[in-house]
């Protein structure tokens, strides 16, 4: 009997519709020609949703997103909401819909495909072939900790406050997500700390070193300070596989780690909580206001995240596969959007890159049942 699986489609803002658009051609694809079948609906998210309902997180997309298997988010964003109220704009419901699942894991891969190794601003040679994970803790540290504020003393000079704060279970449950997917991968874990500075992250190398004992012998455990890391991951970076670290340097390590990879079209996520929530899936991308509803954004990002969510959600690790494989064909065979464009290639549009990539699908399927 076939599975079905729902998924939330939140297209969002600026090029968000066409990005999600060009991924659910694909998502259709494997719906009529695998074992698995997708349903989708779709719900307001950012800028769309506040002008149809007054609120970027309306409460009738978080009861569908709780309701859905897995969500697809295109992006929001955009110079039209700009001059709103903070709690009006439109990142508001990024932040909203990851605080009320409770995704406290960002899964951001970067993989550097051998076609666009020329497109990184590191030497060919040091990433062709990069396929690192870094997992970033995101709903604790820093950015939540408390006290947090500006004052003023009584001698008139300010004083800025942010504290960073973890609890054994925060860590633990994050370090559980870096080891599961290292024993899918490459079998090892770098934990990324500042050990020999803040107690706190000291505690984070202790819990982590506790769960790898309990549990997770046969994954090898290194640790390196953020600096050092920061460092490697421009010297050396195919040395990671996979690399677990605190919100606030996750934030910062991850961002180098894209650039590793050429352009930011390219980037998948996934934002994870405790077994049972639907996980969101988006690109790292925003909602590129320059470029929207002219069909040349680059939808591959996107797809990349529907891989991601039939690998991490939905266990299909053929489908997944399969998926990666096809877009890394297409890249092949030369087809650029705009922003990976390269002497010599061909320039597609948005649904032109959307039809290549379902129509790759198609023949490798001819040739080889899925
Ligand atoms: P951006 O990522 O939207 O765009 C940066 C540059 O990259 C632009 O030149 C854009 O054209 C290009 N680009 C981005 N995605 C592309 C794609 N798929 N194909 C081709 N080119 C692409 O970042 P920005 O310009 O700083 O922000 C624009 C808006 O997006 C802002 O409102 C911002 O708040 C929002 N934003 C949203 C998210 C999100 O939804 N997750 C993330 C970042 C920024």
Redesign the pocket.
């Given at each position: 009997m076939a599975t079905t699986k729902h998924i939330l489609l939140l297209a969002?803002d600026?090029?968000g519709p066409e990005?999600v658009g060009e991924t659910v051609k694909v998502i259709n694809w494997f719906s009529q020609n695998t074992a698995t079948q997708f349903t989708a609906s779709t719900a307001l998210i950012g800028g769309a949703a506040y002008d149809a309902k007054g609120t970027p997180f309306p409460d009738e997309t978080l009861e569908a997103a709780k309701k859905s298997d897995a969500v697809l988010l295109g992006?929001?964003?955009?110079p039209k909401w700009e001059s709103l109220p903070i709690a009006s704009r439109?990142?508001k419901g990024?932040l909203g819909i990851r605080k009320e699942l409770g995704l406290f894991a960002n899964l951001r891969p970067a993989i550097c495909f051998d076609a666009l190794a020329d497109a990184s601003s590191l030497k060919r040679d040091i990433v062709a072939g990069l396929d690192i994970m870094i997992v970033r803790e995101l709903t604790g540290g820093i950015y939540f900790g408390q006290p947090r504020g500006v004052e003023t003393l009584p001698d008139g000079t300010r004083r800025g406050i942010n504290t960073e704060v973890y609890t054994s279970p925060e860590v633990e449950r994050i370090a559980r997500v870096a080891f599961d997917l290292a024993a899918k991968r490459g079998g090892r874990v770098c934990s990324v700390d500042k050990a020999n500075v803040l107690e706190c992250t000291e505690m984070w190398r202790e819990e982590v070193i506790k769960v790898h004992k309990a549990s997770y012998g046969k994954i090898e455990l290194s640790h390196m300070y953020v600096d050092n890391a920061a460092m490697q991951l421009v010297r050396n970076p195919r040395q990671f596989d996979v690399l677990v670290t605190t919100n606030m340097f996750g934030d910062i390590l991850s961002d180098i780690a894209s650039m590793l990879t050429g352009s930011?079209?390219m980037l998948p996520s996934a934002s994870l909580g405790v077994s049972g929530t639907p996980g969101v899936y988006?690109?790292v991308?925003?909602?590129?206001?320059?470029?929207a509803g002219k069909n040349?954004?680059?939808p591959i990002?996107t797809i990349l995240s529907f891989a991601m969510m039939l690998r991490y959600s939905f266990n299909l690790k053929n489908e997944a596969d399969l998926l990666e494989a096809t877009v890394r064909k297409v890249l092949e065979k030369g087809l650029r959007?705009?922003?990976i464009m390269q002497d010599g290639m061909k320039k597609v549009s948005t649904t032109e890159m959307g039809d290549a990539i379902v129509s790759e699908l198609q023949k490798t399927a001819l040739q080889k049942a899925v």
């Amino acid at each position: 009997m076939a599975t079905t699986k729902h998924i939330l489609l939140l297209a969002g803002d600026g090029i968000g519709p066409e990005v999600v658009g060009e991924t659910v051609k694909v998502i259709n694809w494997f719906s009529q020609n695998t074992a698995t079948q997708f349903t989708a609906s779709t719900a307001l998210i950012g800028g769309a949703a506040y002008d149809a309902k007054g609120t970027p997180f309306p409460d009738e997309t978080l009861e569908a997103a709780k309701k859905s298997d897995a969500v697809l988010l295109g992006a929001v964003g955009g110079p039209k909401w700009e001059s709103l109220p903070i709690a009006s704009r439109p990142e508001k419901g990024l932040l909203g819909i990851r605080k009320e699942l409770g995704l406290f894991a960002n899964l951001r891969p970067a993989i550097c495909f051998d076609a666009l190794a020329d497109a990184s601003s590191l030497k060919r040679d040091i990433v062709a072939g990069l396929d690192i994970m870094i997992v970033r803790e995101l709903t604790g540290g820093i950015y939540f900790g408390q006290p947090r504020g500006v004052e003023t003393l009584p001698d008139g000079t300010r004083r800025g406050i942010n504290t960073e704060v973890y609890t054994s279970p925060e860590v633990e449950r994050i370090a559980r997500v870096a080891f599961d997917l290292a024993a899918k991968r490459g079998g090892r874990v770098c934990s990324v700390d500042k050990a020999n500075v803040l107690e706190c992250t000291e505690m984070w190398r202790e819990e982590v070193i506790k769960v790898h004992k309990a549990s997770y012998g046969k994954i090898e455990l290194s640790h390196m300070y953020v600096d050092n890391a920061a460092m490697q991951l421009v010297r050396n970076p195919r040395q990671f596989d996979v690399l677990v670290t605190t919100n606030m340097f996750g934030d910062i390590l991850s961002d180098i780690a894209s650039m590793l990879t050429g352009s930011l079209g390219m980037l998948p996520s996934a934002s994870l909580g405790v077994s049972g929530t639907p996980g969101v899936y988006e690109p790292v991308h925003g909602s590129a206001p320059d470029i929207a509803g002219k069909n040349l954004a680059n939808p591959i990002a996107t797809i990349l995240s529907f891989a991601m969510m039939l690998r991490y959600s939905f266990n299909l690790k053929n489908e997944a596969d399969l998926l990666e494989a096809t877009v890394r064909k297409v890249l092949e065979k030369g087809l650029r959007t705009g922003d990976i464009m390269q002497d010599g290639m061909k320039k597609v549009s948005t649904t032109e890159m959307g039809d290549a990539i379902v129509s790759e699908l198609q023949k490798t399927a001819l040739q080889k049942a899925v």
